[in-house]
């Protein structure tokens, strides 16, 4: 870990984070500052008197339909209805231009130039092919798997197989809307197939990236899946097996373990020159998903506007309508649906720590009232998200360290240009029974360790102002200090430890200090006869 970016600030009750090169010897406790952080953000987007729907719901560019077809055969698109006179007649022009890169069904979808990208099912040495039985599927959901499979027949997306060695069952998944997806059993084929290493990309990246511009673009595959060929070679690994025969994708499904790295390594390649692109290699767009010329919107379950990021409304409410959790699966779930929106809670950790102790072995599932006090909690906090800014290169960052008995927290923060300093990330981690048993300093060690490197890709671009109310950096870098144990320090670390708080002095008068001599009395014994 390279700590040479770093600079340590203690804390004063009064901080000016403007001048950090001026630090203050007096110090306190760093997580009544991440607190007032937080409430400061609370009560600067929202007040006590707005709707609840309000208050959790980020600001949605508004958007107008405009149609590109005909009275018989529509062509929607949406974009920004705030765009002035010249941006909108531009924008519609250049997609008027570019009309062929959206598909309103499968038969728009042509499928991406197989030069560029194919699915391909290489298998380990010691597979062996695995032919699964046939399931029974509900009549109701029988219907609707049989309308699926010839639908994606007419398509083109199956063919029909004979003798295939390998065989897989389908999965149907219902929908919201009462359809069903139909998927395929791919478990067996999985275990037999190598891992692809291409790299995904990170979503905090992605989303940093793209929060803090005035005007964006969302734009949304149609069917991404499904515009990629599988490898005519490997066809028939993919075949299942229904009550009306035996099928085989032509193009790659759902389900394979390798398919998120395949539809990456299609995107890192096609996105260079977006319209373009897609044109030249048959990329097909959703139009119902893409909006052009908004001010925000939603992007990998995070809002992204000029002014920052904030939390998906649909994922809070979620939150807020669910009933407290009573079962082992539904606490589960609760901090599931909280893991994902960390990012945006402070102290998490600490404030969920009654529900995280239900889930340690052998311990019942008794939700108590300190549970339902920390659910509350949570709840209440999400009534009013803080809105997370995306770093600007230039300025250092500060992180804030906090340390409890069984926790770790940060705040990675930044000034704006009012001197405000602005959250852009929260983090907390439950410390292991081990590490509960460190002494301070070296806790706020372990926290420094882990917020560097859960943090990396901040870490290595900014300089980073440490505040903390130790010196960790002191403590990794000086030399140790080897002390000899004396029996007479307990006495003077007891005394250290416990202080007196009315701040008498010391009465040295003691009582009897007169008598010089004490005489002992042996005890009586009993004599032999």
Not at 151 to 178: I, R
Not at 203 to 217: K, Q
Not at 272 to 290: S, T, Y
Request: aromatic share 10%; hydrophobic share 40%.
């Amino acid at each position: 870990m390279d700590l040479s970016t770093f600079e340590y600030l203690p804390v004063s009750h009064v901080i000016d984070l403007s001048a950090p090169s001026s630090p203050t010897s007096q110090i306190f406790d760093i997580d009544d500052e991440i607190a007032q952080h937080d409430s400061d953000d609370d009560s600067s987007s929202a007040s006590d008197s707005d709707p609840v729907d309000q208050r959790v719901s980020p600001a949605v560019g508004d958007t107008e339909i405009v149609d590109f077809g005909t009275a018989d055969q529509p062509r929607e698109l949406r974009i920004g209805s705030d765009l002035s006179t010249d941006e909108r007649d531009s924008l519609i022009q250049l997609l008027r231009s570019y009309l062929d890169v959206f598909a309103w069904s499968y038969e728009d979808m042509p499928g991406l130039d197989p030069s560029i990208v194919q699915h391909r099912l290489p298998l380990l040495p010691q597979a062996r092919p695995v032919k699964q039985k046939l399931r029974r599927l509900h009549p109701r959901w029988s219907l609707q798997v049989k309308e699926e499979i010839q639908k994606q027949l007419s398509v083109g997306f199956l063919s029909v197989v004979e003798y295939p060695e390998w065989l897989a069952n389908v999965v149907p998944v219902p929908k919201k809307d009462g359809k069903v997806r139909v998927c395929v059993d791919f478990r067996d084929l999985n275990k037999a197939s190598p891992k692809d290493d291409f790299p995904l990309p990170h979503i905090d990246m992605l989303v940093d990236s793209t929060a803090g511009h005035s005007m964006l673009s969302f734009m949304d595959g149609f069917s991404g899946y499904s515009q990629i060929l599988m490898a005519p070679e490997d066809m028939e690994k993919t075949s299942f097996i229904t009550e009306w025969g035996t099928y085989c994708y032509r193009v790659m499904p759902f389900g394979l373990k390798n398919a998120g790295a395949t539809y990456q390594r299609a995107a890192t390649t096609l996105f260079h020159d977006m319209m373009h692109r897609d044109v030249e290699f048959r990329l097909r767009l959703n139009p119902k998903k893409c909006t052009f010329g908004v001010t925000s919107g939603k992007l990998l379950g995070y809002m992204v506007s000029e002014r920052g990021i904030e939390v998906d409304p649909d994922k809070i409410r979620a939150i807020l309508d669910m009933p407290a959790p009573r079962t082992e699966r539904e606490v589960r779930g609760f901090l599931g649906r909280l893991q994902y929106i960390s990012r945006f809670i402070a102290r998490l950790t600490d404030i969920c720590e009654p529900i995280f102790r239900l889930l340690r072995k052998s311990q019942p599932t008794v939700w108590d009232d300190q549970c339902q006090r920390a659910f509350e909690r949570i709840r209440e906090y999400l009534l009013s998200p803080p809105v997370l800014a995306p770093p600007t290169p230039g300025r250092p960052l500060l992180l804030y360290l906090s340390v409890s008995d069984v926790a770790l927290g940060c705040m990675l923060a930044q000034l704006d240009d009012s001197g405000k300093d602005r959250a852009i990330y929260y983090l907390s981690k439950r410390m292991l029974d081990y590490e509960t048993r460190y002494v301070m300093i070296e806790r706020y060690c372990l926290a420094l360790v882990w917020a560097t490197r859960r943090l990396r890709h901040y870490m290595t671009e900014y300089s980073v102002h440490l505040i903390s109310r130790l010196d960790p950096l002191r403590y990794l870098f000086d030399d140790p200090l080897w002390l000899k144990s004396i029996r007479g320090s307990i006495v003077a670390d007891h005394l250290a430890s416990l202080p007196v708080s009315d701040g008498r002095a010391i009465d040295d008068d003691f009582p009897d200090e007169d008598v010089a001599v004490v005489t002992s009395l042996s005890g009586w014994r009993m004599s032999g006869l």
